[in-house]
Antibody, heavy 127, light 112 residues
Framework: QLQLQESGPGLVKPSETLSLTCTVS??????????WGWIRQPPGKGLEWIGS???????FYNPSLKSRVLTSVDTSKNQISLKLSSVTAADTAVYYC???????????????????WGQGTLVTVSS | DIVMTQSPDSLAVSLGERATINCKSS????????????LAWYQQKPGQPPRLLIN???TRASGVPDRFSGSGSGTDFTLTISSLQAEDLAVYYC?????????FGQGTKVEI
């Protein structure tokens, strides 16, 4: 059974860089049928997609965050990582990683739904 | 970006009754070449991550009870819980994956 677990500091100072890791256990990490996504949820609010990365390192980012986001993959550890720079209080949220179904054809990939999700980790931005 | 708007924001339903949640997209999410609607529904219980319920607007995910059903096409979609159970207390979200960035509705809270 596929499991995802987010980890990283729960408190980050304003203007610094938020860094999180998602460890994937079970199969499908190296599959070409999936991407691995980051989604966040501010306390009491809705869901916002941050970005997604494939096993081979191909990335898609939300344009609203693209200038501050970097994702990477460590295939030896079955891990994906998220870095979000220049954080402010508005970046306080529960950060989730999730497997994202995808379809690739002719050099283009199309990302779909998220399933399953990790439990999430709360990151608070505060001095 | 495609804006997803859900209604109502919250819904109180008695046990055993039907619950209906609406989701409207600012642009059609129906891909004409395959006649598929690029829309998913999720359930998020308190303190838990979202769980996929439905993709392609009407296909239940593995293990999802058949009291959950999705319908609609183009810009207007509905999630129906045919007979509400106590464990269905949750917030429900729709998501469009027709175009990037993928976007979610603001959520609908179902209360008993």
């Amino acid at each position: 059974q596929l499991q995802l677990q987010e980890s990283g500091p729960g408190l980050v100072k304003p203007s610094e860089t938020l860094s999180l890791t998602c460890t994937v256990s079970g199969d499908s990490f190296s599959s070409n049928n999936y991407y691995w996504g980051w989604i966040r949820q501010p306390p009491g609010k809705g869901l916002e997609w941050i970005g997604s990365i494939s096993y081979s390192g191909s990335t898609f980012y939300n344009p609203s965050l693209k200038s501050r986001v970097l994702t990477s993959v460590d295939t030896s550890k079955n891990q994906i990582s998220l870095k979000l720079s220049s954080v402010t209080a508005a970046d306080t949220a529960v950060y989730y990683c999730a497997r994202q179904d995808s379809f690739c054809s002719g050099g283009n990939c199309y990302l779909r739904w998220f399933d399953p999700w990790g439990q999430g980790t709360l990151v608070t931005v505060s001095s | 970006d495609i804006v997803m708007t859900q209604s109502p924001d919250s819904l109180a339903v008695s046990l055993g009754e039907r619950a209906t949640i609406n989701c409207k997209s600012s642009r059609s999410v129906l891909y004409s070449s395959n006649n598929r609607n690029y829309l998913a529904w999720y359930q998020q219980k308190p303190g838990q991550p979202p769980r996929l319920l439905i993709n392609w607007a009407s296909t239940r995910a593995s293990g999802v009870p058949d009291r959950f059903s999705g319908s609609g096409s183009g810009t207007d979609f509905t999630l129906t819980i045919s007979s509400l159970q106590a464990e269905d207390l949750a917030v429900y979200y729709c998501q469009q994956y027709y175009s990037s960035p993928t976007t979610f509705g603001q959520g609908t809270k179902v209360e008993i």
